[in-house]
Nanobody, 114 residues
Framework: QVQLVESGGGLVQAGGSLRLSCVAS????????LGWYRQIPGKQREFVAR???????NYADSVRGRFTISRDNAKNTWYLQMNNVKVEDTGVYFC????????WGQGTQVTVSS
């Protein structure tokens, strides 16, 4: 079992920055990769970014160049640095740990105002 807790969401103006955190606990050794998804109102949950144990990163086209995923193994924490945010980045952000099965956090709300 893996437990994930996100934090760092909030209200930010367009063009600003926000850093989301995801703290993992439990069977951390079983995690192959950690990703971030978001649920935008009226749309399906969509992929945002992912980082593998080897450090390989992938990004959705809509966030590439603005968002950065990283990790601190000592703290069992993954981050999503969001720069130059846009109104369309508004949504609930979830971290997901990929192990034998995916484990999801509870989500954190990000609201970008114009």
């Amino acid at each position: 079992q893996v437990q994930l807790v996100e934090s760092g969401g909030g209200l930010v103006q367009a063009g600003g920055s926000l850093r989301l955190s995801c703290v993992a606990s439990g069977s951390i050794f079983s995690i192959n990769s950690l990703g971030w998804y978001r649920q935008i109102p009226g749309k399906q949950r969509e992929f945002v970014a992912r980082i593998t144990n080897g450090g390989t990163t992938n990004y959705a086209d809509s966030v590439r160049g603005r968002f950065t995923i990283s990790r601190d193994n000592a703290k069992n924490t993954w981050y999503l640095q969001m720069n130059n945010v846009k109104v369309e980045d508004t949504g609930v952000y979830f971290c997901v740990a990929n192990a034998a099965r995916p484990y999801w956090g509870q989500g954190t709300q990000v609201t970008v105002s114009s």
